[in-house]
């Protein structure tokens, strides 16, 4: 496995493989890794003949608010994990190399990034397809790999790749979660003992919504006051937003009915989680 701080030299190494017909795969993350990154590395070693991870905590995506400085790192374990799971590259870029003085250039996915994690998260979208275009353009992959943990970021980028024709095939994997159904995420490092223990309300909230819907109720404002309840229930839980939204638009419908998506965030203390459900609804 090499690991590479700086483009140059990286760039080589793929324009060789590439020339040798061999097949370049994307894992982008911000590392702290976990299962939920190494399902999606797997899914990269079985698909292509190289697997590249990325690992850059992007200062661009955080609010001036948010957790950039105190974000999860652990540099030498992302390293040994990644070797184990087979990754051939590790692209760990500084700042300096990722945002040159006078960056100017962003990129805007308009419309799908209003609502959800947009609507508390105002930049957050314009520096994840920032920093995805630029890692598109640095490595070229022919596939890269999203995890449905981050509903409308896989969303987002989708949409991004059709709409400026850019060359890569995006696959989103499913949610890895822990046996107690609390979603993996590097976040989650921030729980104590005991919001840990009351954050499994967000799953158990949207399997209970499942449940409803499969049950035939179909009014959006119902279902989303059960889960408000449900997640209320919990002392240490304060809701962001519940949303249920079409899949195509991220616009909120009323009516549950065809590709739905309920997403939701949620803080416990400083943490602010996320969960999401997808179901196609006749
Ligand atoms: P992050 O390092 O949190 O930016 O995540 C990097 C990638 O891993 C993103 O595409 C995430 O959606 C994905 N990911 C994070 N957590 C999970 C999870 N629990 N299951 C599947 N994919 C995940």
Do not use: W
Request: proline share 3%; with cysteine.
């Amino acid at each position: 496995m090499k690991v590479f701080n700086t483009i140059k030299e990286m760039r080589e190494l793929l324009d060789t493989h590439r020339s040798n017909g061999k097949s370049i795969g994307l894992v982008p993350t911000m590392g702290y890794l976990h299962e939920g990154h190494i399902s999606l590395l797997n899914k990269s070693v079985s698909e292509n003949d190289i697997t590249v991870l990325s690992i850059y905590v992007n200062p661009t995506q955080f609010g001036p608010t948010e957790d950039l400085d105190s974000y999860p790192r652990d540099i030498e374990n992302d390293k040994r994990l990644a070797e184990n799971a087979g990754v051939d590259i590790v692209f760990i870029p500084s700042d300096s190399i990722m945002y040159l003085e006078n960056h100017f250039t962003y990129v805007n996915v308009n419309n799908l990034t209003a609502n959800l994690c947009g609507s508390s998260r105002p930049t957050h979208f314009q520096g994840v397809t920032t920093i995805v275009t630029k890692l598109f353009n640095i490595i070229q992959p022919k596939k890269a790999y999203f995890g449905q943990k981050d509903a409308q970021q896989a969303l987002v980028i989708n949409r991004m790749v059709k709409d400026l024709n850019i060359p890569v095939e995006i696959i989103t994997c499913p949610i890895i979660r822990e046996k107690d159904g609390l979603a993996m995420s590097s976040r989650n490092k921030y729980l104590n003992q005991e919001e840990r223990g009351q954050a499994t309300i967000l799953f158990q909230s949207l399997q209970m919504a499942k449940n409803i819907i499969i049950d035939g109720e179909r009014s959006a404002d119902i279902v989303k006051s059960s889960i408000q309840q449900s997640i209320n229930s919990k002392s240490l839980a304060k809701i962001d937003y519940i949303s249920i939204v079409s899949e195509n638009t991220l616009e909120d419908i009323d009516k549950i009915e065809g590709n739905t998506l309920i997403a939701l965030a949620v803080r416990f203390g400083n943490t602010r989680l996320i969960d999401n459900l997808r179901m196609e609804v006749n």
